[in-house]
């Protein structure tokens, strides 16, 4: 029984995320659904990312966190449209999360949205809001094991980025053994090794999500 419950409750949510996906295609946004542990790095490389792009992209952010708007406030003050979605206890969004958060932006001006999932390396893989791309960011003071221990969101992203590689020197991470399971679950990962505080990779990441930005708007 349990297992059908979970079972429509995915379903249910892949409907109103086909209708999303359908929004943003009509509208010509391409979206990026940014995944990753509390403290990987994800508001940061945001705000990396809108200083780089913003004056050539319309950029929109959707902040998920379970409570307050602290990381909506940095972002709005890159002056970038910027909506806080709260889930009140929900580990991830959801595609409906999404749809009432998109009422607070106009869509004929963004050219890219860019969602911050709450941060949860399990949860928010689960869950479909209609994005072309699922983007993952894991830091390297997370560990090296972490690919096989939570597969799933190696497996459905598309970039995976390992921020924090200032640290490096500092810690024991094998960086072999990190890409080696990484590729075992998802051999078609692209990966970024990167760190958000000295800038080191970021333009690699820059071009990626620019190029696909382009794509969907011409
Ligand atoms: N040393 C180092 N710290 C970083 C880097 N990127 C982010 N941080 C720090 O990590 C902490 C968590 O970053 P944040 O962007 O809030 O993570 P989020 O919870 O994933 O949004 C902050 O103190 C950041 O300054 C990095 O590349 N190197
Ligand atoms: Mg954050």
């Known amino acids: ?57 319309s950029i929109a952010v959707i902040e998920g966190d379970i409570e307050t708007s602290r990381d909506a406030e940095r ?67 997370e560990g090296d094991d972490k690919p096989e221990k939570y597969p799933l969101m190696f497996q459905v992203s598309s970039v995976l980025l390992l921020n924090k590689i200032d640290l490096l020197p500092y810690l024991d991470f094998d960086m072999e053994r990190f890409q080696g399971e990484a590729f075992k679950v998802n051999p078609r990962l692209k990966i970024m090794n990167i760190s958000c505080k000295t800038g080191e990779g970021l333009d690699n990441w820059f071009r990626w999500i620019e190029e696909r930005t382009s794509k969907k708007g011409s």
């Open 1 to 57: 029984m349990e297992i059908k419950v979970v079972k429509h409750i995915l379903e249910a949510n892949e409907v109103i995320a086909s209708q999303n996906r359908k929004l943003f295609e009509e509208k010509g946004i391409y979206v990026a659904n940014l995944m990753g542990s509390p403290g990987a790095g994800k508001t940061t490389l945001l705000e990396k990312t809108i200083e780089k792009l913003k004056e050539t992209k």
């Open 75 to 141: 972002i709005a003050a890159h002056a970038i449209p910027t909506v806080q979605i709260n889930t009140g206890g929900a580990c991830h969004l959801d595609g409906n999360m999404v749809r009432g958060g998109l009422e607070g932006f106009d869509l004929d001006q963004i050219d890219l949205l860019i969602v911050e999932n709450v941060g949860n390396l399990v949860c928010p893989a689960e869950f479909e809001i209609g994005e072309n791309d699922k983007a993952m960011i894991i830091s390297v003071t």
